[in-house]
Structure formats: structure tokens, C-alpha cells
């Protein structure tokens, strides 16, 4: 048991028998009555987002989920197979379990299979990836990189703005919290 003083960002946690992992948290301190902690927490069996509050000094239990690293090798229908880089076992997970994940997954990328008590709930992907452009209207001379910005649409079907300097061909970095440009790759 762990108390909500002691939330971080990415602590996974089990509130009335479900999986969360804690996305955001905000310590409160009304100025009449008592502390409370504001936190939105995602479900790890389903993905859905729920913003809880709980009183200062609550305990919850904290989860131990177990990451292992693997690789992304393809999908098969609704299925997608990743592979153990150790023991080359492949596990495969369903497309509605890494809904939101598979718009930054491309082959042979290397992520973390989250699983809990031998249920796999997921893929936990790293803060950035390197997608390349593959439609985008053409920048026009003249544009700047300070102001307005395009739609682009990248090799795994995202859809994410970006300035009108970029072009079609070029490899970006995709921040996967949110799905936003960061920058070009170099």
C-alpha cells in the first residue's frame, strides 16, 4: 500500500479492484477544509481515462506490473504479434487492447509488453518515434516556421499538425503522449 501523497507520473496502482496507471496528479490545499489529491489515472484493461479524487493520506495499492522489452514484428487481422528479444517466444495481443498505440507502432520496433499477474494489458511505448511523412500539401515559398500549421499524414495513419516546412519523404519526431510534432529528425 502506498499513499496518494506519493503519486508519480506512470505509478500503476489498483483502485476498487482495477488497473490504473497514473497519468497526471495535482496536490490541493484548499484554503478551508482538507488536502486533497486530483489525479487522472488510465484503466489498463480497457484504456478508458478517469479523473479521481482522493482525500491526502489515502492509501491504495500499488501494482506490480512487469515489463518486458520486445519487438513489434507484424499484424495478422486483429492480432499483432511482438517477440521476446531473449527467449524469441511471440505473444500476440488484440488491436482493441493497443487501440491508441498501434497509430505510433511501426515492424520492428522495440516497446514494453506490460503484463500483471500474467494478464497482458498492453504495450508501453517510449516518449518519442520517428515516423516519416507520407502525404502532406506542398510548403509554400514564403512560409515561416513561426506561425500557422498543416495537416500531415504519417506511415501508420496518424494525422498530426505540423509547420509548413515540412515536407513529403521527411522522417519526424511524434511526441506519443499526445500525438503532437516535436521536430524533424536529423
Known sequence: MISVNDFRTGLTIIVDGELYRVLDFQHVKPGKGAAFVRSK???????????KTFRAGEKVEKAMVENRKMQ????????????DLESYEQIELNANQIDYELKFLKENM???IMSYQGEMLGVELPNTVELKVV???????????SGGSKPA?????LIVQVPFFVNEGDILVINTSD????????
Request: aromatic share 10%; no cysteine.
Open 41 to 51: 489515472l488510465r484503466n489498463l484493461r480497457n484504456g478508458n481515462v478517469a479523473e
Open 110 to 112: 522495440e516497446v514494453y
Open 135 to 145: 502525404e502532406t500539401e506542398p510548403g509554400i515559398k514564403g512560409d515561416t516556421a
Open 153 to 157: 499524414t504519417l506511415e501508420t495513419g
Open 72 to 83: 513489434y514484428l507484424y499484424a495478422q487481422g486483429d492480432s499483432h504479434v511482438f517477440m
Open 179 to 186: 500525438g503532437s510534432y516535436v521536430s524533424r529528425a536529423n
